[in-house]
C-alpha cells in the first residue's frame, strides 16, 4: 500500500485523535462524577442527613467543576467534528467567517480551528463564550 501524503498535511487524523481523546476524558469525567458519594441522603425529596465529614463547599465545587469540565469537552468535540467536516468538504484552514486561509501557525497550535483568530473572537462573543 502505497503512503500518500493528504493534502490537508495529516490534519485529519490529528482530528481523529483528539476526538478519541475527549471521547475517552469526557467518559471519564462522568464516571467520576458518579463515584461522587450523594451529598445527603434524601428520602422522598427530603434530606434525612448530611455525612458529617462531608465538605458540603467543597463537593458542590467538585460538582461544578465536573460539569464545567463535561461542557468544555462537549464543545470541544463539536469544534473537532465541525474541523472534520471541514477536512471531508476540502475546506480545511480557511475560515468559515472571512473566507481567508486561516494561518498555519493557528492551525498547528489549533488543529480544529475553523476560523482565524479574529472571526474566532467574534463568534466567541456573539455566542457568550470566552475560550
Ligand atoms: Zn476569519
Redesign the pocket.
Known amino acids: 500500500m502505497a503512503v500518500r501524503k493528504k493534502p490537508d498535511n495529516g490534519a485529519e487524523d490529528r482530528l481523529e485523535a483528539s476526538r478519541t481523546m475527549l471521547f475517552k476524558l469526557a467518559a471519564a469525567c462522568g464516571e467520576e462524577a458518579g463515584l461522587h458519594r450523594p451529598l445527603a441522603d434524601i428520602v422522598g425529596g427530603v434530606i434525612t442527613s448530611i455525612p458529617e465529614d462531608t465538605d458540603l463547599a467543597q463537593a458542590l465545587s467538585d460538582r461544578e467543576t465536573t460539569d464545567l469540565l463535561v461542557h468544555l469537552l462537549d464543545e470541544n468535540r463539536e469544534q473537532v467534528e465541525r474541523a472534520l467536516e471541514r477536512v471531508r468538504e476540502g475546506g480545511y484552514g480557511i ?6 486561509r ?1 494561518p498555519a501557525a493557528r492551525l498547528k497550535f489549533q488543529p480544529a480551528a475553523t ?2 483568530v ?2 474566532q473572537g467574534h463568534w466567541d462573543r456573539l455566542n457568550g463564550r470566552t475560550a
Open positions: 475560515c468559515e467567517g472571512c473566507g481567508h486561516i476560523r482565524c479574529e472571526c
